[in-house]
């Protein structure tokens, strides 16, 4: 619809987003800080980032950010740089405009861009502050927000005694202060975000987005994914309600999405598809005859690829179809309840699966793959002898990465917006970053 009528779309956005940008009603900051000159590149599909400028503007400090496409255009607001640039003059671009604007801090959400990448090289040349957001380590109350990097470009240690000494003076956290959670609001930005990209081949000629599909080609697999929930919903209650009675050693595999950096940037695997074949060869050749294996699939998944058609292919493959299980959909705190281990690359449910205090193997290298807290053996041993994490090095771990790195906040709706602008300003105007005071 928008496709057919593009000259309509912008005005459309600017009127449906300019709701969403109302500055928040408070600040943390009371006490006027050093002028500083912040550039704020891509951001979260959301208003976000047009409201954390908004909110530095308001603190006395200097704002201008970058335009890559026409997402950026609806969503942005303030003193703004077109960059329209082909992707490999973008080192001269940020070495100008760093110059010009004399910046000091550079904002951005996911470090592994390829508009991003870049900056981050450049600016940590010039010794200018890099602010990088992302998704929470520890959702959904939290985001994430550390200097110059995060996952595995975090700062923080891979020193399990470091934890151990430096946990014992950190205070202890919970979930963080709830606020709303809206699937609904997620997708409406997401939608308002792609839907003004229809422009940018006209407009943004030279932009490079970093998905690996189109947003018309995701939106159609989520409704043909949305039939397969619906269809999925009591075959999966069975399949969770059996493991929670029966006693057959259960291993969960949950799934990540394929355009996710955390995979195409922080792990071995280019897709699902080759950690299901790892994970499910390891798994017929070394794991007790009566171990189950439950293959979940990520919540958000466009279903672009059938994974539950591959399992069930491979599980045949490997006579083993009566051992292997594939949810759509399903209570993951219930799962965790009662698995006897999780296999994941390096996503956030092997944090919950610590909190749950259960063994869990990494395929990569997440922030939590330490020892005395993930399985440091092989795959092909985790079957037969897993590894029980340390609750109390987990709790220390716990407390200090979100004290040293997580907001309480979110990106979606205006209460977790608002939350965590206000939230996110006293770490971004502080000289060192909370994880520099404890190295």
Not at 155 to 173: A, N, S
Not at 174 to 192: I, P, Q
Not at 335 to 351: E, R, Y
């Amino acid at each position: 619809m928008a496709a057919s009528s593009p000259p309509l779309a912008p005005e459309f956005f600017e009127t449906a987003i300019a709701a969403e940008l109302k500055p928040p009603r408070s600040s943390r900051l009371h006490v006027a800080a050093p002028q500083r000159s912040f550039l704020l590149l891509q951001g979260v599909s959301s208003p976000f980032f047009a409201k954390l400028g908004q909110a530095l503007r308001a603190e006395g400090q200097r704002v201008r950010s970058v335009t890559f496409n026409m997402g950026d255009l609806l969503y942005g607001r303030g003193t703004r740089s077109f960059c329209a640039v082909p992707q490999a003059q973008l080192d001269d671009y940020y070495a100008q405009c760093f110059a010009d604007h004399d910046i000091t801090d550079v904002v951005l959400f996911g470090d592994c861009r390829p508009v991003h990448q870049p900056a981050v090289r450049l600016a940590r040349q010039r010794g200018i502050r890099v602010h990088v957001f992302e998704e929470g380590y520890f959702r959904p109350y939290w985001i994430t927000l550390e200097r110059d990097g995060v996952n595995n470009h975090s700062r923080l240690p891979r020193d399990p005694q470091w934890y151990r000494e430096v946990g014992k003076h950190i205070p202890r956290y919970k979930n963080g202060n709830e606020f709303k959670l809206s699937f609904t609001a997620r997708a409406f930005h997401d939608v308002m975000y792609h839907v003004g990209g229809a422009l940018n081949k006209v407009t943004f000629p030279h932009y490079r987005t970093h998905a690996p599909f189109n947003a018309a080609v995701e939106y159609a697999g989520f409704i043909r994914h949305g039939l397969r929930l619906f269809q999925a919903s009591q075959r999966d209650a069975a399949v969770i309600d059996q493991v929670a009675t029966e006693r057959y050693p259960t291993f969960l595999l949950p799934l990540q999405l394929d355009s996710d950096s955390q995979i195409r940037d922080h792990s071995p695997f280019a897709n699902m598809t080759e950690v299901l074949d790892h994970v499910m060869t390891s798994f017929a050749r070394h794991a007790p005859g009566d171990a189950r294996l439950v293959v979940k699939n990520h919540p958000l998944t466009p279903g672009l690829v059938d994974y539950h058609r591959i399992t069930r292919e491979r599980a045949a493959h490997y006579g083993m179809a009566d051992r292997v299980h594939f949810l759509e959909t399903g209570h993951m705190p219930t799962l965790l309840s009662h698995v006897a281990g999780v296999v994941t690359i390096n996503s956030t449910v092997g944090g919950s699966s610590l909190l749950h205090h259960r063994p869990t193997f990494t395929l990569a290298d997440p922030i939590y793959n330490l020892e005395g807290l993930t399985h440091q053996g092989s795959l092909d041993d985790f079957w037969r002898c897993p590894q029980a994490p340390d609750n109390t090095l987990f709790q220390r771990f716990r407390n200090t990465v979100i004290h040293t790195t997580q907001v309480n906040g979110g990106f979606y709706t205006r209460c977790g917006i608002d939350m965590a602008v206000s939230n996110s300003l006293e770490v971004m105007m502080a000289k060192t970053s909370r994880i520099e005071l404890y190295l």
